[in-house]
């Protein structure tokens, strides 16, 4: 595969960024190169100062002997937050805000399917008193299985959390400075940027954007990511699944009281009967699977509460190149 030169960036001398593009990287090797050159001839036309924060998410490819390349040719303009092993994307992404320095900070995916060409259309509706803007895909260039998955977890999140956007799977988004500090203040482990903007955004508004196939590589989220998000997301955003299993359980206790009441009476009228037992059994496994599945919701809120409880550091820095 030919390699692409990377690109020099030109920059105003000592400008501040108006600009910050967050980037997260997870073994994106094949793609960085060109992603840069794009991204780079997308901000110089644009003719602000910016500045480009790569995070490298534990990557265990080439990646960042890449970005130490990238940060030598743009060392004015380009950091690299390196992890010391991987902490997912979101988290990846709150690194980078909080290294941000620019009054508008834009995020982008390293897999080149956001194209860097896309952003002036979310700047725009940014400088016109938007203070989040999220973009949709169209014509996505997904699998089946990607695309109806996303779908699906996009339209439980929606019922759940009360927050409606149409793509929450695409992170090319543009977040004014105020709604990204607020994020940053947040000191949850429970993080998922799209919801979690939503909530202190006052004007949020979407727009439609390109999405291209892959260049290089496969996508980072699969079956089990993507039922790992819809927990997340269910957990950590709601309390409606409590409330709905409270709810549940009280109608199940209605119904259980009348029909003890309808076996009284019908012992009393007809006699005892041995019919209908595995009838009663059937009903007495539905409810054991409904008990167990109430257990393990509220145990995702009790796994929640003590990893808060824990303090933890969310993420862990090896090292940041390049000065803020």
Do not use: W
Request: charged share 20%; glycine share 6%.
């Amino acid at each position: 595969m030919k390699t692409t030169t990377t690109t020099k960036i030109k920059q105003p001398k000592n400008a501040l960024p108006y600009l910050s593009i967050v980037i997260p990287v997870y073994n994106e090797a094949g793609n960085l190169e060109l992603l840069t050159q794009r991204l780079v001839n997308s901000l110089n036309n644009i003719k602000k100062p910016y500045e480009i924060i790569f995070i490298n998410d534990g990557s265990k490819d080439n990646s960042i002997k890449l970005l130490e390349k990238i940060y030598k040719a743009n060392s004015k303009t380009v950091r690299v937050i390196d992890f010391k092993r991987n902490f997912g994307q979101h988290m990846a992404i709150m690194s980078g805000f909080e290294q941000a320095r620019g009054e508008v900070i834009i995020t982008l995916d390293a897999d080149l399917q956001n194209p860097p060409e896309e952003i002036p259309k979310l700047l725009k509706l940014i400088e016109q008193g938007h203070d989040l803007v999220s973009g949709y895909r169209i014509k996505r260039k997904d699998t089946f299985f990607r695309k109806y998955a996303s779908r699906l977890v996009n339209f439980v999140r929606a019922k759940i959390t009360n927050i409606h956007m149409t793509d929450e799977g695409c992170m090319l988004r543009a977040y004014g400075r105020d709604v990204v500090d607020l994020m940053v203040a947040t000191k949850s482990t429970a993080i998922f940027v799209p919801a979690l903007a939503y909530s202190y955004a006052s004007n949020p508004t979407e727009v439609a954007v390109k999405h291209e196939a892959r260049f290089t590589g496969e996508s980072k989220y699969h079956l089990f990511s993507l039922i790992r998000l819809y927990f997340d997301l269910m957990t950590g955003y709601s309390l409606v699944p409590l409330q709905a299993f409270t709810l549940f359980g009280f109608i199940v206790s209605i119904l259980s009281l009348l029909f003890f009441l309808f076996l009284v009476v019908r012992r009393f009228l007809v006699g005892p009967e041995v019919q209908g037992v595995f009838t009663l059994f059937a009903i007495m496994f539905f409810l054991v699977g409904i008990l167990l599945m109430g257990l393990g919701i509220t145990g995702e809120y009790i796994g929640r509460i003590y990893q808060e409880v824990k303090q933890r550091p969310r993420y862990a820095i090896k090292r940041i190149i390049g000065e803020k």
